[in-house]
């Protein structure tokens, strides 16, 4: 079966449970489009990898649960946005 891949589809990240995250840019999607921010204050922030939460509809990435360590909230965000600092051990 052959399946519709958009030029922005991205595919999922393998970052485990653990691992240290820095919150960047992801590329554009379209020629028209400038770099996608993952949001005015996520920016340069770091997270750990809290757990995996599956295939996002959109192909940014995945989707992760992540634990912010600048306000220690956690929340989903795409793969798309997140840049590995650190492994986990």
């Not at 649960?65 to 051990?89: A, C, I, P, Y």
Request: with cysteine.
């Amino acid at each position: 079966m052959n399946e519709l891949r958009h030029a922005w589809h991205s595919e999922d990240k393998n970052i485990p449970a653990g691992t240290l995250v820095r919150f960047v840019q992801a590329p554009p999607r379209y020629s028209s489009e400038d770099w996608r921010s993952p949001g005015a204050e996520l920016e340069g922030e770091l997270a750990v990898i809290v757990d995996w939460c599956g295939s996002d509809s959109h192909g940014w990435g995945g989707v992760f649960m992540v634990h912010e360590n600048k306000t220690g909230k956690q929340f989903m965000h795409w793969g798309d946005f997140l840049e590995v600092v650190g492994e986990s051990r």
